[in-house]
Every structure is written in structure tokens, then in C-alpha cells.
Antibody, heavy 122, light 108 residues
Framework: QVQLVESGGDVVQPGRSLRLSCEAS????????MTWVRQAPGKGLEWVAI????????YYGDSVKGRFTISRDNSRNTLYLQLNSLRAEDTGVYYC???????????????WGQGTLVTVSS | DIQMTQSPSTLSASVGDRVTITCRAS??????LAWYQQKPGTAPKLLIH???TLESGVPSRFSGSGSGTEFTLTISSLQPDDFATYYC??????????FGQGTKLEIK
């Protein structure tokens, strides 16, 4: 079955960087658009970034544009999120999710990882 | 940017009640609207996609309707397992997905 496992969350100081990973299995990773979604403590879901199945397109939410970079390695079945210039408001659980239909971003996300916690604090 | 507004933010109800949550989009998203359920400490679970298509394994007491800018999630007869937070999400544009702010369904 589909499995998504995030890693890389940590406690970091403001202004520092972090890279999150999401290892995928149970489906053809290279056929699916992937997204990152985050959730601040006690708050709602916030869409962060999306990447096309082949890595040729990527888009970001306004709050992370210019600071975060989404990427993927289809040979390793792994999705990444590089977080730079971290701020206290970036604190939260980061989830990776798979678009439910191959080849398209116009699809809901039936599969999510368990999340990885990023804490930005001095 | 497309804004998604859910109402109410909090809903108190009893087991057996019929409840409806509304999600409004600031511009048309056609049918590209999903509903998720989230319980504390767990990842969101997809309930409904394409506005009204029930995800496999989701109980039939959940239903979705709407198109364009107005959508609803209905639970026909609340069960104890349904008390959770519900989010709508539009996915009409590759460049920007958006979630509603969430509706917390509480036991009355």
C-alpha cells in the first residue's frame, strides 16, 4: 500500500536552514504530483508547495515563496523541502501528500505521511 | 488567490444528528473541491473529492454537494467517531491550492 514517511524535522534557530525528506513507496512515484502541507500548533492546514511529477514545475504559497524550495528525486522515490531563512511562524508539522491521480495536479490527496515537526526557536 | 471560507468554525452536535458544513470559494473552482477529516495528532484523511465523490472506505453517511463557489459536507447521522475537525480544499489551479480554516465538530 501507499506509504509516505517524512523525516528531517528538528529544532532550529531563526534564520537557519533545514531540509525535510519524504520517502515514498507502494506506488509509481514518478507519475504523481506531490505537495507539502503544514500545520502550526493548534491551527489549520496550510498548503506550502507543489511539484509536478517530473519536477519541471513547482509553485509555492505566498508565506514561503523565496525561502522554501521543493524538489524530488524520482530515482530515489523521495520528495524534499528545503527550508531557508526560517522564522518562528514556520513552526509546525509538515506533511507530504500525494495527488490521487497520475500526471495531474488537479487531484485531491488521498495519501499523507505522518508528518515531521519543525520548531523554530532561539 | 482563491480564498476558501468555511462555516461554522465550531459546531456542537449530538450522536445521531444531521449536520452540514459549508465552504465558499472567492471564485469558481468548478467541481475541484475536497473534504478532509482530521483528528488530533493525525494526518488529514480524504473523505470526498470532486465535490461529491466519496473516497473508498468512507461511510455513506458522509456526502458532499455543490459546484462553482458553494459547497456543503453533510453527515446524515453523527457517530462518535465523527467528532473531529473538517477542512475543505480547492485544487482547481496547479499554482495554488487553498484550504478552508476548518470546522471543529464537537460533542454537545
Amino acid at each position: 500500500q501507499v506509504q509516505l514517511v517524512e523525516s528531517g524535522g528538528d529544532v532550529v534557530q531563526p534564520g537557519r536552514s533545514l531540509r525535510l525528506s519524504c520517502e515514498a513507496s507502494g506506488f509509481t512515484f514518478s507519475n504523481h504530483v506531490m505537495t507539502w502541507v503544514r500545520q502550526a500548533p493548534g491551527k489549520g492546514l496550510e498548503w506550502v508547495a507543489i511539484i509536478s511529477y517530473d519536477g519541471s514545475y513547482e509553485y509555492y504559497g505566498d508565506s514561503v515563496k523565496g525561502r522554501f524550495t521543493i524538489s524530488r528525486d524520482n530515482s530515489r522515490n523521495t520528495l524534499y523541502l528545503q527550508l531557508n531563512s526560517l522564522r518562528a511562524e514556520d513552526t509546525g508539522v509538515y506533511y507530504c501528500a500525494r495527488a490521487g491521480e497520475p500526471w495531474t495536479a488537479i487531484a485531491a490527496a488521498p495519501d499523507w505521511g505522518q508528518g515531521t515537526l519543525v520548531t523554530v526557536s532561539s | 488567490d482563491i480564498q476558501m471560507t468555511q462555516s461554522p468554525s465550531t459546531l456542537s452536535a449530538s450522536v445521531g444528528d444531521r449536520v452540514t458544513i459549508t465552504c465558499r470559494a472567492s471564485q469558481s473552482v468548478s467541481l475541484w473541491l475536497a473534504w478532509y477529516q482530521q483528528k488530533p495528532g493525525t494526518a488529514p484523511k480524504l473523505l470526498i473529492h470532486k465535490a461529491s465523490t466519496l473516497e473508498s472506505g468512507v461511510p455513506s453517511r458522509f456526502s458532499g454537494s455543490g459546484s462553482g463557489t458553494e459547497f456543503t459536507l453533510t453527515i446524515s447521522s453523527l457517530q462518535p467517531d465523527d467528532f473531529a475537525t473538517y477542512y475543505c480544499q480547492q485544487y482547481s489551479s496547479f499554482s495554488l491550492y487553498t484550504f478552508g480554516q476548518g470546522t471543529k465538530l464537537e460533542i454537545k
